[in-house]
């Protein structure tokens, strides 16, 4: 189970992908999955997500001539100041 929504999270974190939409989506409770997907991985969806979206913006950041603010959006986080946050919270380093 968990193998098959970490594969659903990889193919749909450009939207706005939850926790509430993958319970939905495998017909779980929201706190079994939270609690599952914890023990399973030893992170937390959201951290997990977070994770995912910000290693696809470095690729691109690195790949592309797209502004932070464009990438921001292809890896679905909606708002820049909270990408430009999220980015250094996960690498430690700035988006420039």
Same mark, same amino acid.
């Given at each position: 189970?968990?193998a098959r929504?970490?594969?659903y999270?990889?193919?749909?974190?450009?939207?706005?992908?939850t926790l509430t939409d993958?319970?939905?989506?495998f017909h779980m409770? #929201?706190v079994?999955v939270c609690?599952? &997907?914890?023990?399973k991985?030893g992170? #937390?969806?959201?951290h &997990?997500?977070?994770?995912?979206r910000?290693?696809?913006?470095k690729g691109l950041?690195?790949?592309t001539?797209?502004?932070?603010?464009q990438?921001?959006e292809?890896? !679905?986080?909606?708002n820049?100041?909270? &990408? &430009?946050r999220?980015f250094?919270?996960?690498t !430690?380093q #700035?988006?420039?």
């Amino acid at each position: 189970t968990i193998a098959r929504i970490i594969e659903y999270a990889e193919e749909n974190y450009r939207s706005s992908i939850t926790l509430t939409d993958i319970a939905e989506k495998f017909h779980m409770n #929201t706190v079994y999955v939270c609690q599952l &997907f914890k023990k399973k991985t030893g992170v #937390t969806f959201v951290h &997990f997500i977070n994770r995912l979206r910000i290693e696809k913006a470095k690729g691109l950041l690195l790949s592309t001539d797209l502004t932070a603010e464009q990438i921001a959006e292809k890896v !679905g986080v909606k708002n820049n100041n909270y &990408f &430009f946050r999220l980015f250094k919270k996960v690498t !430690g380093q #700035t988006v420039k």
